[in-house]
């Protein structure tokens, strides 16, 4: 129930100025913080309305440290994640009790590890592995042989086919579909018809990874899809089959990524981008929101931005939007 | 089971013609009119197929007043609307019965008011407030402290996080998500991990409200995301935390918004349109499908439509489209 | 518990090289082929790896039958398509139990065919009709009325609203939400507020579709959105009310129709492609990813590729994007 300055100044290794036993009950933004509450400020100018609103306390960086603070003040070098890690302690979300809810369907052969919490109507087949401190929501459906790692929060409604295997720490959104089929398929010459081609491959989904609400992750054909380390994706992004996503990879809402591609580390993707099976987007490369890839293309370039369909390094691209305008406002002035 | 013309005629606050006592017993298109159907009709030319269908009674405009029927006419002055009003009261569709399923489990805190319908295996968390005449589809997770209005209809396995506040006569689609996370990072410039910004804002939904199926709305991080009275979403929209949409505005099928995006009221947006962080779109602006909006612009113009990446007003944005096909035509009969 | 090649050659009708005896027990690709498995090759240049690999046996093309093999061959004319079937015959998927689990709720009046599998905390409404074989996965909502016909796979946590009649052999992967109301209002002239347009239609879907991950299908409004035989639906999309989609027409993912759509049979679009209402692909038409076609429009030619918004013949916006491209690179050696 709240902590106080010095205790948060503390387990951030951070150091504050003034009073370190003011009491902190949660965190806010600055415009509605209220007793109590924690907030924190990046840059100079943020600093004087952080003081003025009702907030106990502010995280700021050194810039502020020479200041007689109003307020008592915690000294970071990154404020904006001190914060985050602040938020954990003071506003720790919901406590799962751990245990099975009785309406859940568990397989006597599944392993649930000490301080599993398993909610209502969830289903949960055989085989199934299950780390400590994991929390599965209500409704959400496991299929058989599935493995998922400690510490995990998967929320309701989810669906992970066999075949899938999760780290540690990994949230999965609600509604995320993990593991499903592949879309590939051979069509008979003689018939025109369409038959599945095997889609009986893993995912393997690996530590501290979020999986937006509504998102699909197919798993590989034959072989597998992989999701590194630190991949971030957000709502109703579809992975097709066979893709392998680098550590630290983050890829913005409604993204699509067919199958076989290849996506490097540190790679960030906007939202609604667009890419064609067997693309490889080399590491630290940025794609714009919308951009599309052609199949086999390859992107490269640390810390390079591209846009538009076809991608191409966003300077480029910007010249010949600009190249157009001028033309269509010239011609609009001459006989067309 | 049915009811006449006259009373139809009566409950729209509208005339007729011919003969009132004609029993109605549902409704349908012209094509497909059997005995007992309302129709519907426009504009003149679509009155003779419809006078000639198998429907018992057509609704019609002014236009087609001074004919000497040979069906019973219902005169409105919005055909269109008065057929949709119509249709409520002569195909309801299903009514659900008061009560909580057997296999539903609800938390015994929760306060379900007079006439909530809950489906089975629906699960309804601690704190819980449901207005009368809601109905709450079977396999649908309801979070802690969640509030929601009267008479709304939420689907099947649907799923809504803490911090939703659901106004009356709100229609959720299956698979919906609401007041899940939002997607907000702190990088460690030290590590280049990312950890969670907190998201533990609210998500406030105004009355007469309709999400699409599969849709994702994602709660504040600190603060609120806002879905206006009347605001209509199709399927697989989603909006990003901290988003204020207006009233009345409408969002057609895959559309994105990242976060941080004011919508002003009546603002119409068509499919897959893509919406940069903390960009404005003013009242009453169109924007056609795939349009894409930078972060941080504002589009603005009541009835004003726009199109493209980046979004243009669609008169020059064609003009561009042509002079490049122009073009594209020329240098192709010259040596490339 | 396997099979030998002279049982799989016969059941795929192709004739074999080498030793028929060998016993295969599962499918895999090359380069994680291990003893057992069965692999195929379609072209000269696999050939070797394949028989370097650890698989028991190999699928080959007519091009492979001179040789005097290291392991058994399989020599089918088409042996992509061939390997597809032998997947099924040695790695056929899970075998679904018969019956009805006991955490299931289906209504007295459900009509249940010999052979049906209902998971856990699956809801089946009242008049619903399922077919032999059928699997319906736990989790999954049917709503009343809905009729499925025989061997169709119905994956968890699916919503089927009433109104819904699916063929045989159908796949719906989970998530998936069929026969939703579709997206269409009536704005009232003298208040501006939007009102349900009747959306009472039905929704059909041929015999051997498959439809992918989170995907939505409205209902018709009035009338009907069908699906014909063959389609193959990939995760994702979006396919709005009275939709028309010919036989044997593949969707690729989080594409979007709007409503009242006419695709013809044959015809292919790729992901994230847009089409706006009343718009007609015809036969065999092919169009690339992130295309867009306006409302009302009609692409045409059978094996044509279109592409862009709006979509063109993909010749002509190449030499588009080709002029463009030249244009701001000479623009930006001379004075802008």
Redesign the interface.
């Known amino acids: 129930m709240g902590s106080t300055v010095r205790a948060v100044s503390e387990s951030l290794q951070a150091r504050f100025l003034g009073d370190g036993e003011v009491v902190l009950s949660g ?3 600055i ?2 913080a209220k007793s109590g509450d924690l907030v924190f400020v990046e840059d100079e100018k943020s600093l004087a309305p952080a003081l003025a609103s009702g907030a106990a306390a502010v995280i700021a960086g050194a810039f502020a440290a020479e200041k007689s603070p109003a307020k008592p003040l915690i000294i970071a070098t ?1 404020p ?2 001190a ?3 602040a ?1 954990k302690l003071l ?1 720790p ?2 406590d799962h009790r751990p245990g099975v ?1 009785p ?1 859940a ?1 568990v397989h006597t052969s599944a392993r649930l590890s000490p301080g599993v919490a398993i ?3 969830a ?1 949960i087949g055989e085989g199934v592995v299950i780390g400590p401190g994991t929390w599965i ?3 959400t ?1 496991i ?2 042989g599935v493995s998922i790692g400690r510490d995990c929060r998967v ?5 992970i ?2 075949g899938a295997q999760i780290g540690d720490r990994v ?1 999965v ?3 995320a ?1 993990l593991a ?2 592949g ?1 590939g ?2 069509q ?2 003689t018939t ?7 889609q ?1 491959g893993r995912l393997e989904i690996g530590d ?1 990874v ?1 999986i ?3 998102s ?1 992750i ?1 798993r590989g ?3 597998v899809t992989s999701i590194g380390r ?1 991949v ?1 994706i ?3 992004v ?1 992975i ?1 089959h066979n893709c392998q996503i680098g550590e ?1 990879v ?1 890829i ?3 993204t ?1 990524l ?1 199958g076989s591609i290849v996506i490097e580390k ?1 790679v960030v993707l906007g ?2 981008v ?1 890419i ?1 099976e067997h693309a490889r987007i080399e590491e630290g490369v940025m794609l714009g ?2 951009g ?1 890839v052609l199949p086999n293309k390859v992107l490269r370039g640390q810390g390079v931005a591209f846009w538009g ?2 991608a191409q390094p966003v300077r ?1 691209y910007l ?7 001028r ?2 406002k010239r ?2 002035k001459a006989v ?1």
Chains 1, 2, 3 share one sequence.
Request: proline share 2%.
């Open positions: 965190i806010s933004g415009r509605n990154q904006r994640l914060f985050a890690r938020a506003s979300g919901r809810h309406t369907v909610e209502a109507c289903v929501g209500s409704g459906a299929a058989d929320h309701a409604n989810v669906t086919y066999s949230v959104h609600a509604g579909v499903s089929d879309f398929y051979v008979d010459k025109g018809r369409r038959e599945q081609f095997p009986i501290d979020e937006g609400a509504n699909t197919d054909a034959l072989e630190g971030k957000d709502n109703l579809h097709g630290d983050v913005a809402a409604q699509g067919s540190n939202g609604q667009g064609g929101g919308q599309g369909t076809p480029e010249k010949q939007l600009a190249v157009l305008t033309l269509a011609k609009g067309l």
